[in-house]
């Protein structure tokens, strides 16, 4: 029984041998032919990344209220205009009457025990904005100095700030520029 015993192990050690040699006779031709594989690969992708175009920068402009009485003109001149400069435009709009985002703006001090929506939905706006990495962010800021810090973060992760209408540091924004020339000084952040 003995005998057979190492009979029967001699023969599964040859066949683990025989295995394991063919499997690395298998592995060292892949590995041969890798190289050649590979390199046609890498110049495969770098051709279809030459035909990929760049995504399309994004715009976004945020204005002071659902109803302000220039919204139309504006996000008419804003469309427009990032038609032609190939980008995307989101347009944002405070859920805020006109009547409250123009009190909003004559607010001073302290703003606790005031009511500021206006002032909270558009930096609500902006920190979604940057959670989206839009490319730049055109703004008519319903209260300069409560949206200083915010902005001021946004430009911090890179996104350019374009603000009109009302004026707000210079740490806040890379340009400050009128309602009427608002979408151009817009399309020069692009």
């Given at each position: 029984?003995?005998?057979m015993?190492?009979?029967w192990?001699?023969?599964?050690?040859?066949?683990?041998?025989?295995?394991?040699?063919?499997?690395?006779?298998?592995?060292?031709?892949?590995?041969?032919?890798?190289?050649?594989?590979?390199?046609?690969?890498?110049?495969?992708?770098?051709?279809?990344?030459?035909?990929?175009?760049?995504?399309?920068?994004?715009?976004?402009?945020?204005?002071?209220?659902?109803?302000g009485?220039?919204?139309?003109?504006?996000?008419?001149?804003?469309?427009?205009?990032?038609?032609e400069?190939?980008?995307?435009?989101?347009?944002?709009?405070?859920?805020?009457?006109?009547e409250?985002?123009?009190?909003?703006?004559?607010?001073?001090?302290?703003?606790?025990?005031?009511?500021?929506?206006?002032?909270?939905?558009?930096?609500?706006?902006i920190?979604?904005?940057?959670?989206?990495?839009?490319?730049?962010?055109?703004?008519?800021?319903?209260?300069?100095?409560?949206?200083?810090?915010?902005?001021?973060?946004?430009?911090?992760?890179?996104?350019r700030?374009?603000?009109?209408?009302?004026?707000?540091?210079?740490?806040?924004?890379?340009?400050?520029?009128?309602?009427?020339?608002?979408?151009?000084?817009?399309?020069?952040?692009?």
């Open positions: 029984m003995d005998f015993w190492k009979q192990a001699g023969k599964q050690y040859r066949g683990f041998a025989a295995l394991f040699l063919l499997a690395a006779v298998f592995l060292t031709l892949s590995a041969c032919g890798r190289g050649e594989h590979e390199e046609e690969a890498l110049m495969m992708r770098a051709e279809n990344a030459e035909d990929v175009d760049e995504e399309a920068p994004t715009l976004a402009l945020v204005l002071t209220s659902r109803d009485a220039e919204n139309d003109e504006l996000i008419g001149s804003f469309r427009e205009m990032a038609q400069q190939g980008a995307e435009l989101l347009v944002r709009l405070p859920d805020v009457s006109e409250d985002a123009l009190k909003a703006r004559e607010l001073t001090g302290s703003f606790v025990l005031c009511e500021v929506d206006p002032i909270e939905y558009q930096m609500l706006l920190n979604e904005l940057v959670a989206e990495n839009v490319d730049v962010i055109a703004i008519y800021p319903n209260h300069s100095e409560a949206l200083e810090p915010v902005l001021a973060a946004a430009r911090s992760v890179g996104i700030v374009c603000a009109f209408g009302q004026q707000v540091g210079e740490e806040s924004c890379d340009v400050y520029t009128t309602v009427e020339e608002a979408s151009g000084a817009a399309a020069e952040l692009l």
